[in-house]
């Protein structure tokens, strides 16, 4: 296997607050680290760096972990640049603008929504995503959620089943029958593909008690429950994903002190989707409330061609520092870290020997960078699974 060396780096983010300097980001200066096939070998001071087959010079540049991008929706096609135009000019979001897109991915083939999908991911790996989750929620029939999954899995190993993202307009008489399908036949052929099962718990979409029945069905099918909760209203979302042990409620942009408890004295996330809130003009989510009280907060991108059609984490991060009040340390742990903690996984969202070795070169100093010099693109160099990829 071959080993590569990392020389020069100014200031390393190895999200080990042993390894660095005692903060949750454990940063490191002048320091070194050598890939060992896909796996991180070593991480210390640049002056100590071992020989390697390979060496790579940051001359001083920032290495952080490659982002972990927790929340997406990659298979669908078409657009809505309509939608988006006439929310820009004073028109609400609501969750029916997701009927466009289910039409829209119900009439492409297979190869057109795998060239989609792959056009993101790799827009997403330009910008440092070297993990990223996604989900069905645009077929909404037995054979679209199910070919949707099918293709996800060409290209991750998170895939969220979500079949009760909005009820189709075809079920729109008897959405009983719907969440029935849902928990039935649809999840039958979707979860041999899946890790998660999700649900948009929402006014328009689905109550608490069908969350309830869907995310119970998938668990008793070895699918663990994710959900959207609390997005366009206060609502039961975030308490049901506690009740469940959810790996993360995602969104929480309208949360009740009793909501902020609930996810304090448990092991869900909070994943906030600040890309949702800029391209609907929504209130941004109370991050400082949540990090405040002890909450676990990731940060992803929710890209979808709907709510927030953006792939940029460092955009999202830019948007947290400056709107959400998050400091630029929490904001690149939270997009690291804390999606690696959304998905409950130990071996990503770190630089720390033995970890997946998913790393992504700045072209800059210091990770403060990518909020301070918001919308430049500042990813020099990705590698993912030991894998210069950029
Ligand atoms: O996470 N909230 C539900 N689903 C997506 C939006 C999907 C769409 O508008 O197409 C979201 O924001
Ligand atoms: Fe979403």
Redesign the pocket.
């Known amino acids: 296997m071959t080993t590569t060396v990392i020389t020069n780096i100014g200031s390393l983010v190895t999200n080990d607050p042993a390894l660095g300097d005692g903060t949750p980001i454990g940063l490191l200066q002048d320091a070194a680290v050598v890939i060992d096939g896909d796996r991180i070998a070593w991480v210390g001071p640049n002056a100590d760096a071992p020989a390697a087959d390979e060496a790579v010079d940051a001359a001083g540049r920032a290495v952080i972990p490659g982002f972990v991008d927790s ?1 997406s ?1 990659l298979l669908f096609a078409g657009d ?1 640049t309509q939608e988006f135009n006439a929310r820009m000019s004073g028109r609400a979001y609501t ?1 029916g ?2 009927r466009t ?1 289910v039409a829209a991915t119900r009439a492409a083939c297979d190869e057109a929504l795998e060239a989609n999908l792959t056009h993101y991911l790799r827009e997403a790996l330009r910008q440092g995503t070297t993990t990223f989750e996604t989900k069905s ?2 077929g909404l029939t037995v054979e679209d959620e199910a070919r949707a999954l099918r293709i996800a899995a060409r290209h991750t190993d998170e895939i969220t089943y979500l079949g009760a ?1 909005i009820v189709p307009p075809d079920y729109a008489d008897d959405p009983a029958a719907y969440v029935a399908l849902v928990t039935g036949e649809m999840l039958d052929a979707c979860a041999p593909y899946a890790r998660w099962v999700d649900v ?1 718990c ?1 006014k328009g ?1 689905f109550d608490g008690d069908q969350a309830r029945a869907i995310l119970t069905a998938g668990k008793a099918k070895g699918l663990h429950p994710r959900v ?1 909760a609390n ?1 366009l209203s206060y609502g039961p979302g975030v308490q049901l994903a506690v009740e469940l042990d959810a790996a993360s409620a ?2 929480c942009t309208h949360l009740t002190d009793a909501d902020v408890d609930a996810l304090a004295s448990s092991e869900t996330v909070a994943t906030l ?1 600040p890309g ?1 809130e800029f391209s609907t003009r929504a209130q941004w989510p109370d991050a400082r409330r949540l990090l405040d009280a002890g909450v676990t907060v990731a940060l992803s991108t ?1 890209c ?5 059609f953006t792939s940029s984490v460092p955009f999202c991060i830019a948007l947290a520092v400056r709107d959400m009040k998050m400091t630029p340390d929490e904001a690149i742990w939270s997009a690291t870290a804390g999606g690696a903690r959304a998905l409950r996984r130990t071996d990503i969202g770190r630089i720390t020997p033995g970890a997946r070795a998913d790393l992504v070169l700045l072209d800059a100093p210091s990770h403060v960078h990518l909020a301070y010099r918001p919308g430049v693109p500042l990813v020099s160099d990705v590698w993912r699974q030991g894998k210069r990829c950029r």
């Open positions: 929340h929706h809505r969750a603008g997701i897109t929620g645009y993202h948009f929402e979409a959207h997005q995602d969104h989707l949702a929710d979808n061609p709907g709510s927030s």
